[in-house]
């Protein structure tokens, strides 16, 4: 009956590790990330002062895929390979984004056109 126990916990143990790391949400594809946050280029462009709330619900959407680093990458290779699609972006407003629409998470460094995504 020991023995019974001590296999069910070790499978219990292995489970969980399993279970936790997979818990980290896989980034949605670029297309989704660029369409969810299309409302906030008003902003970006300073045509807006501050951001609309559809900006907003957008980076409250990518919120739950920032805690981890690859997936923060991912975004910021998103947004680096369609930055140059938009002139006029004002990049120095990218970072405001989250503190704006009250969302606390860590996104990368991107207040240029020249960002690297290897700090992410």
């Known amino acids: 009956m020991a023995r019974l126990v001590l296999v069910l916990a070790i499978l219990l143990f292995i489970s969980g590790s399993v279970m936790g790391t997979s818990c980290v949400p896989v980034v949605p594809p670029c297309g989704s990330i660029i369409y969810q946050l299309s409302p ?3 902003y970006l462009m300073r045509q807006e002062n501050k951001p609309e709330s559809a900006c ?11 805690s981890d680093k690859e997936n923060r990458r991912s975004i910021c290779e998103c ?12 990049f120095s407003l990218i970072p405001s984004l989250p503190k704006k629409c009250r969302v606390s998470m860590k ?3 991107i207040d240029s056109p ?7």
């Open 40 to 42: 906030c280029l008003s």
């Open 56 to 66: 907003c619900n957008g980076v409250k959407y990518l919120k739950d895929y920032t």
């Open 79 to 90: 947004l680096e390979s369609v930055a140059s699609m938009y002139g006029g972006l004002d």
């Open 107 to 109: 996104i990368p460094k």
């Open 114 to 120: 020249n960002f690297d995504c290897s700090k992410a």
